[in-house]
């Protein structure tokens, strides 16, 4: 009992000093994060979250974390130079593929998509075609996309 609490201390207190050395470091790049328009940008991830912010001041980015397929990187509605982006502000939306939608994206079934989806055009017509189910989240944050 006393073991267990101890190993759970002992986690939380290795979480809290990895959150502290991301703080200190201020902001982690990450190159080849996210597609836009057949383009995969790199960000910079930071702690910069906020809450509800109005919806025209947001861009929706979809992420494939808990997709059911590896291999896609996170999609984006707009870039830098679109004249709708909003500067790395972002509303984020839960992709997910469907049973159609692996047997489509991932035809030699090895759990991994066979050719990543590259630009939001082609994302939505993969909604439109039954291949992949999109859920709003109430996750918002800030990380800028860089060529
Ligand atoms: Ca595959």
């Keep these: 009992m006393q073991s267990t609490l101890s190993k759970i201390l002992f986690g939380l207190a290795g ?8 703080s200190a470091a201020g ?3 990450v ?4 597609w836009a328009a057949d383009h995969l940008f790199g960000t910079v991830v930071t702690p910069t ?3 509800a912010p109005p919806e025209h001041s947001v861009d929706t980015l979809y992420n494939f974390s808990m997709s059911g397929l590896q291999g896609q990187h996170s999609v984006s509605e707009s870039y830098p130079g679109s004249p709708d982006f909003n ?3 972002w509303s984020v939306k839960i992709a997910v593929f469907t049973a ?3 047997a489509a994206l991932d035809a030699n079934n090895d759990g991994t998509i066979d050719a990543e989806i590259t630009n939001s055009t082609d ?3 993969h909604v439109d075609a039954g291949h992949i189910e999109v859920m709003d989240t109430t996750i918002y944050f800030e990380c800028p ?3």
């Design 15 to 22: 979480l809290l000093l990895l959150a502290a050395q991301a």
């Design 27 to 29: 902001a982690i790049r």
């Design 145 to 147: 996309m860089l060529p």
């Design 87 to 89: 500067g790395g502000r």
């Design 100 to 102: 159609s939608g692996m």
């Design 49 to 51: 979250s906020f809450i």
């Design 31 to 34: 190159p080849n994060a996210i």
């Design 123 to 125: 994302l939505q017509a």
